[in-house]
């Protein structure tokens, strides 16, 4: 019994320390070549916990399936806090996409 609980907890713990591996938290960045080069800035996202956009607005993994600027215009992706209230809007292109 104490053998199995050992190798679950080992299990969580790699699950765990591999999607750490992948996030994207302060001081990392993630960019898309979409209409321009896209970055993402975990430093300027640092105050909000992963689960506040994950996994409702965006799936955890990089990708950019379905996330287009009409989406985000209707509060999807991105714009779902950056909707010119809570945040800057999307429309304010060089924000986010860089030359």
Request: hydrophobic share 45%.
């Amino acid at each position: 019994m104490k053998k199995l609980l050992v190798v679950a907890v080992l299990m969580v713990l790699m699950v765990v320390l591999a999607a750490s591996a992948f996030a994207v938290g302060p001081g990392k960045s993630l960019e898309w070549e979409k209409g321009g080069k896209v970055v993402f800035s975990g430093d300027a996202h640092k105050a909000f916990k992963c689960a506040e956009c994950h996994p409702a607005l965006f799936k955890m993994k990089k990708s950019v399936d379905g996330m287009t600027m009409k989406a985000m215009e209707e509060g999807k992706y991105c714009g779902a806090c950056h909707n010119g209230t809570k945040a800057f809007s999307v429309k304010e292109c060089a924000k986010c996409h860089k030359k």
